[in-house]
């Protein structure tokens, strides 16, 4: 590293001040603490986050908490439930998605306009806003209170994003591959399986995943479209929460951490490009 | 929530097809486009576009989940909620307006700080996005914790330093201060994360330029960096916005709208309309009227994008 770079470096990203760290450091207080927080109580005994000399910090560690939750019949329905649908979501949304991105890649035709604009207003619609018509809907087709219902109306919201990324990506692929497979004499729906999604297999994986996250996440139509049998852990967790009140802290912040586990292995695996490409390439700079 | 930060591509869908292309696509190879769009085209219409329609029709109708017939009332539902709708509007611009404005301070000052040199920038930084990472509801379950009146680590704290205790979800101030400090833990990294990413693509010719004629670290942050972190912020703001204008788990679950109403937004109302009282038809009329003010801000956000695009 030459020496002007370095001065360039040393402009661009200069030292932070004392001021600058100290407000560094309030701000990440703020965003971590109440993560120790979520993790220190689930780890606490029930009896002892309600004792006078309350700690700070799970001194008498427990496992309890988590045991219950895998004792709990209705929380591993839940559980389960949450699985088949976030898996359900994020297989369907890839596919059709997958299908789209790609018609609005490589293809022109009317009315390709209008389809995009209704999608980019599509990902502004409220859930609660559609919720009415959706349930009376899925009720008069017998639809309502199953998986099937849970899993198509994720998929439609979650529609906007997949396409949107996909598309991204495969706009990056060079039309010669496809004139080529023409040439070779390939059909379009084989062109489409043996040359394009085999292409995009990462980006694929990736709009499976934040399909997954959606799914899983959702509380709105999880409480009302999926009834008891079917509802995710959220809705389970929430009408639990209503119904026992404060009851039970540390048992509550266990099921919580056990919530967002999946989630916190997708991050994982995806950090890379949630933090660098993603947000670069997504916003105009 | 996690599509946010996704949303992004859908402002660059403008990409012009590249040469070629048209001269080799015949009009069967328009037909298969159109064929693979449909599966997509039709769940949007059946799931999303029907039901926004069809809410209208309910919203003409005194229809409840209790009886399966329906009586047509004109506009009966919409003068019967308007108070109602009038002043729930006032509480969700008040949650919404709080809770964009505090995660984009928060989000941006991160920014500015995470970019200048300090050892573990990245930790720090992949680990300021668990709060984005975690369900809607768990946020919500674990500020309700800390909040706890009698139980709850803030004032626990806050006796530990000899400092009064706050009353937070008891009383209607401190409900909405409650969900919004909530609602900014869980937004902020997003803000965070595309303010950083704008702020690295900054060339750093300006920067140095801007040294050797001697601007100060200020007078860089002012006329160069904020200026250009400034378009893409106000783009995610806006979405931002309209996401919290439409937020039901976090309110829901933390405060359920109370205490008395002060906190029940046009989400949450909607739903005990429908689902505590199951008035259905009052409920749509609800949703016809916010579906109005939801086009107008959308407006505002395609035409911020439509120029950020031209830029």
């Known amino acids: 590293m030459s020496h002007g770079r370095d001065i360039g470096e040393a402009i661009v990203r200069p030292r932070l001040s004392i001021p600058g760290r100290l407000g560094l450091l309030l701000l990440a207080l703020f965003g971590l603490l109440p993560v120790y927080w979520l993790t220190a109580t689930a780890f606490m005994k029930k009896e002892a986050v309600f004792a006078l000399d309350r700690p700070l910090f799970p001194v008498d560690p427990t496992l309890d908490n988590f045991i219950g939750f895998f004792q709990n019949d209705l929380l591993l329905q839940n559980l389960k439930n949450s699985f088949i649908v976030s898996t359900g979501t994020a297989v369907l949304a890839v596919l059709v998605g997958a299908f789209m991105a790609y018609s609005l890649s490589k293809f022109r035709y009317s009315g390709r306009n209008a389809i995009m604009f209704m999608f980019l207003i599509g990902q502004l619609i409220p859930g609660a806003l559609l919720l009415i018509s959706l349930f009376l809907m899925l009720s008069s087709v017998n639809l309502l209170y199953t998986y099937t219902a849970l899993i198509i109306s994720f998929t439609t919201f979650t529609l906007p994003l997949t396409v949107f990324l996909l598309k991204g990506i495969i706009d990056g692929l060079p039309d010669d591959i496809l004139e080529a497979a023409k040439v070779d004499g390939l059909s379009r729906i084989a062109t489409m399986f043996k040359i394009v999604f085999p292409l995009i297999v990462p980006g694929l994986i990736t709009a499976a995943m934040f399909a997954f996250m959606r799914g899983w996440s959702d509380l709105l139509f999880a409480l009302t479209l999926a009834g008891p049998d079917k509802q995710t852990l959220p809705a389970g967790l929430t009408q639990a929460f209503i119904r026992d009140g404060t009851a039970d802290w540390p048992a509550l912040m266990a099921a919580s951490l056990i919530t967002s586990l999946p989630l916190a292995i997708i991050f994982i695996l995806l950090q890379r490009y949630f933090v660098s490409g993603l947000a670069s390439g997504a916003v105009k700079g | ?311």
């Open chain 2, 1 to 311: 929530m996690q599509q946010a930060i996704l949303d992004r591509p859908a402002t660059r869908e403008t990409t012009e097809p590249r040469s070629g292309r048209r001269t080799t696509l015949g009009a069967k190879d328009r037909t298969f486009g159109f064929m693979i769009a449909l599966p997509a085209v039709l769940l949007f219409l059946v799931i999303a576009i029907y039901p926004l329609v069809s809410s209208i029709g309910t919203s003409l109708y005194d229809q409840s989940l209790l009886r399966p017939e329906r009586t047509f009332v004109g506009f009966d539902n919409y003068t019967a909620i308007f108070g109602e709708f009038v002043a729930r509007l006032g509480t969700t611009l008040t949650f919404a307006t709080l809770a964009t404005i505090f995660p984009v301070l928060l989000g941006v000052a991160l920014a500015v700080l995470l970019n200048a040199r300090i050892r573990g920038r990245n930790i720090l930084r992949g680990t300021l996005m668990l709060p984005w990472l975690l369900p809607g509801v768990v946020v919500s379950f674990l500020w309700a914790w800390i909040f706890n009146d009698s139980y709850g680590v803030l004032n626990h704290l806050l006796t530990m330093v000899g400092l009064p205790e706050v009353s937070m979800l008891g009383n209607p101030t401190g409900a909405m201060a409650a969900v919004v400090i909530a609602k900014t833990w869980h937004s902020f990294p997003w803000i965070m994360v595309v303010a950083l990413s704008v702020l690295q693509t900054l060339p750093s010719e300006q920067l140095e330029a801007a040294t050797i004629d001697g601007a100060t670290r200020s007078q860089r942050f002012r006329y160069i960096s904020l200026p250009h972190i400034v378009g893409p912020v106000a783009l995610v703001a806006t979405l931002e916005f309209i996401y919290n204008f439409g937020n039901f788990d976090t309110i829901f679950v933390m405060t359920g709208g109370g205490p008395g109403d002060s906190t029940t937004t046009l989400a949450v109302s909607l739903y005990q309309l429908a689902f505590g009282s199951y008035e259905l038809g009052k409920a749509s009329a609800m949703g016809v009227l916010w579906l109005i003010l939801l086009a107008i801000i959308s407006s505002a956000y395609l035409l911020l994008n439509r120029r950020l695009e031209k830029r």
